[in-house]
């Protein structure tokens, strides 16, 4: 019974960690370099089209929470989203 607990106990910390993924243990490189942007509607767009070419990263989301909040936004639409990606694109 002791051994059946251990071996649980095991593998309920081996799946947090395959979900959690490397994400819990490092920050995302792009949302890094995001929050390195010069202002508040730079880094959103950043994270805007870092979240288009990966919209499962959840660090990334996280990212654009708290730039949103710095920004002095109380939230930010999904026209909004994709206007601020095309901007920090280059697109007109």
Known sequence: MRYYLIGLLI?????????AGPESRAG??????C??????DAEIGCLA???QLDPYRRALWVALDRA?????????????LTRAA???RGVP
Request: proline residues 5%.
């Open 68 to 80: 949103v909040a710095r920004s002095g936004r109380a939230t930010i639409t999904d026209a909004e």
């Open 86 to 88: 095309l901007k920090f």
């Open 28 to 33: 995302d490189p792009r949302a890094v370099a």
């Open 11 to 19: 593998a309920i910390v081996f799946d947090a960690a395959v979900i």
């Open 49 to 51: 089209r870092a979240i």
């Open 35 to 40: 929050a390195q942007q010069e202002s508040p």
